[in-house]
């Protein structure tokens, strides 16, 4: 192990500690914003979290965390902001999947909200939590996916810098000659959403609301790992 990665290590020490220790206060503080200000702690969640998993990524394939035109600073912003997305859509998925089950099932007019939010796990909660993870995936997420490739391409075009992220988006050339459809389409969109997001948003869906988000954030490190074993590391 370098140097960095001990680093790296004392860092997610530091910063998760204060969770396990009561006296801080910090896990209810943690529970409070969250529950008060869901798409500014969705922000940073995934700014931090999803960023992180990059890195590793790139850690993985290349033998260093950061590198010249990788962009850390407007890697965060780009998935802070779709932290946000994500979140504005479980919300949407969660209210508006189970309405649509009823009218599918012509079951009584909140039924299945009232099993789907119930803090009991029931086979029927599970049921639902997976309809809402296979809608949400097969609709939002193929999009949200493009998206954030066609970001990271443009970050890596202007630099790595903040200021670069902020120039228009090539998006034609982008998605005409620069995203490699090969790996999008058939490994993160066809095999990655229902072998790895399925699966892992049902259990998402399940978890108690203040902890959905981090959970999704935390999928984020998982994914970034996993996309970097599959395309081989070189180092």
């Not at 998206?147 to 903040?162: E, P, R, S, Y």
């Amino acid at each position: 192990m370098k140097k960095a990665d001990w680093i790296l290590i004392l860092c997610v020490i530091v910063v998760l500690a204060p969770f396990f220790i009561p006296a801080t206060g910090f896990f209810a503080w943690f529970c409070e914003a969250t529950a008060s200000h869901p798409y500014i702690m969705a922000f940073f969640k995934f700014a931090i979290l999803a960023t992180l998993g990059e890195m590793l990524a790139l850690r993985i394939r290349k033998g260093v965390y950061n590198e010249k035109g990788f962009g850390v600073a407007p890697r965060m912003i780009v998935w802070g902001f779709l932290g946000m997305a994500i979140a504005m859509s479980m919300v949407i998925f969660k209210v508006g999947v189970p309405a649509f089950l009823e009218t599918v099932g012509g079951c009584e007019k909140g039924s299945l909200a009232a099993i789907f939010n119930a803090p009991d796990f029931t086979w029927g909660k599970f049921g639902i939590a997976f309809a809402v993870s296979v809608l949400m995936n097969s609709i939002f997420a193929p999009v949200m996916m493009t998206f954030h490739k066609c970001t990271d391409i443009h970050i890596t075009d202007n630099g790595g810098t903040v200021a670069g992220l902020l120039r228009p988006m090539k998006m034609r050339e982008i998605m005409s000659k620069k995203v490699n459809w090969d790996i999008q389409w058939n490994l993160v969109i066809k095999k990655t959403i229902p072998l790895f997001w399925f699966p892992m948003h049902t259990i998402t869906f399940i978890l108690p609301p203040t902890f959905q988000v981090l959970f999704a954030a935390l999928l984020g490190v998982a994914l970034g790992l996993i996309l970097a074993l599959a395309g081989g590391s070189k180092k």
